[in-house]
T-cell receptor, first 112, second 114 residues
């Protein structure tokens, strides 16, 4: 089955700096890659997703890139703000498979 | 509109007791998923429902875990004879239908087994 590895496990940046979180996946048939943000005591919130027919997707300060050949994808957050502090999870899924396979999460702390 | 709701938000129980966790998916969503999140870990798939079809139980960790979905909407996850290792946050998600990949999560139920 699918295996998703995520790093780093923790990331501390200064407000205004950029943050990058990376994930690799094992199943070359995976074609859907969402990113979730989870704040303390809350459920994961979808922030951006990308499909395998696209190499990059942006939404304001966040962007996701996908390298199908290398089987890795990354989340980029620019101009970080204290409210970006949370745990971020990547996930992967292929058509026909019901469940998302999640990475182990990255705790991002933005220092004011 | 209303998102996925779960109840209770917190549940503390004694080892050996049975617990029931409830999930109410987004209105109109036919697919429903249960995941488990242990402390400091990623999310682990438990079970999946699509409409009134037989569920995909491939992720259930033991036969003490079961789930049902009544009327194609609300779902209940039942854990019998709870063990301390069952302590975790249980998350429910829903998606529009079988062909839709995007899953929306509820706030979770934090289960503590003493």
């Amino acid at each position: 089955g699918e295996n998703v590895e995520q790093h780093p496990s923790t990331l501390s940046v200064q407000e205004g700096d950029s943050a990058v979180i990376k994930c690799t996946y094992s199943d070359s048939a995976s074609n859907y890659f969402p990113w979730y943000k989870q704040e303390l005591g809350k459920g994961p919130q979808l922030i951006i997703d990308i499909r395998s027919n696209v190499g990059e997707k942006k939404d304001q300060r966040i962007a996701v890139t996908l390298n199908k050949t290398a089987k890795h994808f990354s989340l980029h957050i620019t101009e970080t703000q204290p409210e970006d502090s949370a745990v971020y999870f990547c996930a992967a899924k292929r058509t026909g498979r019901r469940a998302l396979t999640f990475g182990s999460g990255t705790r991002l702390q933005v220092q004011p | 509109g209303a998102g996925v709701s779960q109840s209770p938000s917190n549940k503390v129980t004694e080892k050996g007791k049975d617990v029931e966790l409830r999930c109410d998916p987004i209105s109109g969503h036919t697919a429903l998923y249960w995941y488990r999140q242990s402390l400091g870990q990623g999310l682990e798939f438990l079970i999946y429902f699509q409409g009134n079809s037989a569920p995909d139980k491939s992720g259930l960790p033991s036969d003490r875990f079961s789930a049902e979905r009544t009327g194609g909407s609300v779902s209940t996850l039942t854990i019998q004879r709870t063990q301390q290792e069952d302590s975790a946050v249980y998350l429910c998600a829903s998606s529009l239908d079988l062909s839709t990949d995007t899953q929306y999560f509820g706030p979770g139920t934090r289960l503590t087994v003493l």
